[in-house]
């Protein structure tokens, strides 16, 4: 074993309780609470703060090993196969990038099944006190989740590890001479997959992005003379193809980093995804269903299939009412703005539409997130990830809708390229730089206000000569901050959401018209290039640490790319054919044809590069291929050995 990695014991969880003025009996539940945490080996530290009092975590590596075990998590092994962990064979497993043996999803998901799983233990209600209360712990039930109940525990959240933290401060947030290259594997080994894979893409897609960018600000600067009518549909090709590229190319480089990670990854399947407990409890229910139908296969077979198309007629149904929504209600809504913005002349009535139509349009989303969450709940879904996935493409059309819909009416109705230039150059210059300003400084404005409030009420209390009242722990400071939750709700989805659906309007709006404004994509480039440096400051500095997601991809975010670029092919297509057709008599002339034809190659071409790129890269399926092959050698050889010893007994 690793000595220095099995000695780490680093404070990562932390409970919030009220704080108490009275001195604490022996029965007393957050005593009893402290006591039981001791007693499964934990490590305690007793925190006061100005109201409430915090009790910080952390656990010996063996404890985590045998929480880990408990819970039959699968590793990967140094013969290449995954299997359940046992701890008194760890030496088997293959360590993180780090030489750590456990994961930061993995040590989160230990320390919730260890503090979650104290429960009583005896036959009978033992009565706990709390401020001259009586609170009744029922025989099997959770204490954590009795006094969450009660609202005595206010909160359980992960800790910022105070070295790591900076010295990702260092590297990565305040790094500038590095434009996009960040570290990866620390940003795993600190936040976890999800995060980690946002910040690869998000590197990516900047780093590509320079291409375009390069070509768009050429077409601005020189003039090609007779060249110039052919310069916009060469650039809208070499965009169409750069951005097939670019999603092939990510799959590659997804498949890379999960091999680095040493998380397992088969193409096509849910990946990424640990079973909850009560998805657990769940699954072997439906098991020890399937075991008492015997050996009837037919219903077997038969209630799998209902199942099946259940859970698809769910879903359907459930798109159906999001999509006849979106038609009935936010499409007239969207159509009558733009429709009034083009009428409307004067520039402080403009603005005075667009605050109405920016605040409508917010209640609008909020309400269409809440109703698809209820939805979400009905349709019978594998797994949170596949929820959550349901979820973004749900939220992600009313977004869309509101986005795009005003574009199109400017661009392919009233034919209007200028007033369709300020809106992309208003939707790219002014609306990110003041999302951006506005996702960073929030979260600081709302953690002084907490502070302040707490400070100021504990100064009311105590009267001004009691002296300087301030916060002093770090603990409670990071309590004080907000959560990393995303704007529709944190039900299944975390902060992960806005930033991902950011990146995706923003691929949109410079994808789908990029040849009314191919400077565009240098505007897009330097806001990413700033987006790197404020969401990693904004995730170390200003948020609490996140719970951890294990899901290895992007997710369904990948296919609203994928669908981003098919839908820029038939856009820049009608966008030529308007720039090109000033009389507006649409006859199929050669120009039309050739557009036409042009529209037709791209999309054989989207199609048919997925064929012709791989999603895996050599090394990762040779280094697949031959862990396979070691495996299937061993259980060979496990398996001769034991039809051995049972001859020799016989």
Known sequence: MNGNEDKQTSFEIAVVVSKQKEERGSDDCVEVLVLELKKIGLIVDRV???YEEFIKIAAPLEVLGRAAAELEIKKPTHIGMDLQFEWDEDDAFVRQPDGSLFSWCERFRCFTHLIYGIVNKRESVIILTYQNTEIKWKPGESLLEKLESEGIVKQVFPLHDEAKRKE??????????DLTRQPIDEIYTYFGTKIATYFAFLGMYTRWMFFPAAFGLTLQLVDFGLWQLFMLPIFFMFVILWGVMFIQFWKRKNSALLARWQISYTTGLDTGFKYSDKERSSLQSQVEH????????????AAFQRDEWLGHLLRFRNDAVVISSIICLQLPFE??????????????????????????????????????????????????????????YKVFGLYFMQSYIGVFYHALLHRNF???????????????????????????????????????????ENGSSKGKVQVTSRVEKEYLKPSYSASIGDELEDGLFDDFLEMALQFGMIMMFACAFPLAFCFAALNNITEIRTDALKLLA?????????????GAWLNIFQFLIVMSICTNCVLLV????????????????????????????????????????AWVKAKRIKNAAQAQDMCSKQLLRSISGEKKRE
């Not at 404005?445 to 502070?451: A, D, E, I, P, Q």
Request: with cysteine; charged share 25%.
């Open 48 to 50: 006061l703060g100005l």
């Open 168 to 177: 990702l401060l260092r590297t990565w947030a305040l790094n500038w001479k």
């Open 290 to 301: 399937t075991k008492r139908m015997g050996a009837d296969k037919t219903r077997e077979k």
């Open 335 to 392: 159509l009558a703005f733009a429709h009034l913005y083009e009428l409307v002349a004067s520039d402080i009535m403009k603005f005075g539409l667009t605050a109405i139509y920016l605040f409508t349009i917010q209640y609008l989303t909020k309400l269409g997130g809440k109703v698809s969450v209820k939805l979400i709940k009905y349709e019978k879904n594998k797994s949170s990830e596949s929820r959550a996935d349901s979820l973004i």
């Open 418 to 460: 200028t007033t369709l230039k300020q809106v992309l150059t208003q939707r790219l210059i002014v609306s990110q730089v003041f999302e951006n300003l506005l996702e960073n400084s929030i979260p600081y404005l709302k953690y002084s206000y907490k502070k302040y409030r707490a400070v100021h009420k504990k100064k009311h």
């Open 542 to 554: 200003m948020l609490k640490r996140p719970i951890p997601r294990a899901s290895a991809t992007i």
């Open 578 to 617: 308007c720039l090109y057709d000033q009389e507006g008599k649409w006859k199929v002339e050669p120009g039309l044809a050739a557009i036409l034809v042009m529209e037709h190659l791209l999309l054989l071409i989207k199609f048919g590069f997925s064929k012709f790129v791989p999603e895996e890269p």
